[in-house]
């Protein structure tokens, strides 16, 4: 399968624990972006990533948020102490940055803050 | 800022059915248009985009949507639904150099065989 994949598809944590999701873009694509939705929304655009600098970030994303992009391939995204507001679907995509730009999305991480 | 409005939250058809579902956004420039579906249990995927050209185009499944510029409006249409079309769809719209999509809240559709 050549799509977009990220690990875990589901994660449950406790509130105040940290969590980290994966991740793994299209290979030939440079340009990698994390979205969150949540219940009756649209996602919402939380970061982006062209290679491995990360070039923009959501209002979105607490301090409490990072994300990371090392060699360009797959990303991760942290969060720190999680809250219970923080129980969301959390969307990879990725796209190859030059023609549409289409971006293909992942599967999505959802998590669930007791 | 950019933002994306979809009119209908939910709307239910009968097989055979037209459809409609509307999307107006707002945003000054030049934007690039998408409607993503999502079926049940899946992920989202593209069903059709517009950057330039022709303001009526073509997707997969037999959908289509136009671009109305002097309505900032990018209305999704097909003229016979199936069941298999009950999916939630997003409207979705980028203007920045980044390319981050600004979705509507979606819309789901149910058909109902």
């Known amino acids: 399968d050549t799509g977009v994949s990220q690990n875990p598809r589901h994660k449950i944590t406790k509130r105040g624990q940290n969590v980290t999701f994966r991740c793994d873009p299209i290979s030939e694509h440079n340009r990698l972006y994390w979205y969150r939705q949540t219940l009756g929304q649209g996602p919402e655009f939380l970061t982006y990533?062209?290679?491995?600098?990360?070039?923009?970030k959501s209002r979105l994303l607490s301090d409490r948020f990072s994300a990371e992009r090392p060699k360009g391939s797959f990303s991760t995204l942290e969060i720190q102490r999680t809250e219970q507001g923080d129980s969301a679907m959390y969307l990879c995509?990725?796209?190859?940055?030059?023609?549409?730009?289409?971006?293909?999305f992942g599967p999505g991480t959802r998590l669930t803050v007791l | 800022a950019q933002s994306v409005s979809q009119h209908n939250h939910h709307v239910i058809l009968s097989e055979a059915a037209s459809l409609e579902l509307g999307c107006n956004y707002s945003?000054?420039?030049?934007?690039?248009l998408f409607w993503y579906v999502q079926y049940p249990g899946q992920h989202l995927q593209l069903l059709l985009k517009?950057?330039?050209?022709?303001?009526l185009v073509k997707g997969i499944k037999g959908f289509e949507a136009e671009f109305i510029k002097s309505k900032f409006s990018f209305n999704l249409r097909k003229p016979s639904v199936q069941w298999s079309d009950t999916a939630e769809y997003f409207c979705a719209v980028n203007g920045g150099s980044q390319g981050n999509l600004i979705f509507g809240k979606g819309t789901k559709l149910s058909v109902k065989p």
């Open positions: 995509a990725s796209s190859s940055g030059t023609g549409s730009g289409e971006q293909f």
């Open positions: 517009y950057f330039s050209g022709d303001p």
């Open positions: 945003y000054g420039g030049t934007v690039n």
């Open positions: 990533f062209q290679n491995e600098a990360q070039l923009e």
